[in-house]
Nanobody, 120 residues
């Protein structure tokens, strides 16, 4: 299973970016998908998650500014980031629970990360 994230870049404060992450390979079922981030010198933290049925969960720091969504047919999760702040600068990692076959229980996978830089 591979998680390929893209969409990061440099943006000014107040701007927007949209991240996407596609799960590929042996993906019989993709359950919870989400985004985490890690700023320089800090621990990795949850940004948002979404279940296969569409239930969402957000970190308090991004509520009202970020929106997570997914396309189950494409095994893809999105993160729309609006009203970006310099403190949102971090490497953003895609994460997913994937069952590779009908016989296997889901395992947790990480993507390679994409850098988001917000300038003031």
């Amino acid at each position: 299973v591979q998680l390929q994230a893209c969409g990061g870049g440099l943006v000014q404060a107040g701007g927007s970016l949209r991240l996407s992450c596609a799960a590929s390979g042996s993906t019989f079922r993709v359950d919870r998908m989400g985004w985490y981030r890690q700023a320089p010198g800090k621990q990795r933290e949850l940004v948002a998650t979404i279940s296969s049925s569409g239930s969402t969960n957000y970190a308090d720091s991004v509520k009202g500014r970020f929106t997570i969504s997914r396309d189950n047919a494409k095994n893809t999760v999105y993160l729309q980031m609006d009203s970006l702040k310099p403190e949102d600068t971090a490497v953003y990692y895609c994460n997913a629970d994937v069952a590779r076959t009908v016989l296997l229980t889901p395992r947790n996978y990480w993507g390679q990360g994409t850098l988001v830089t917000v300038s003031s």
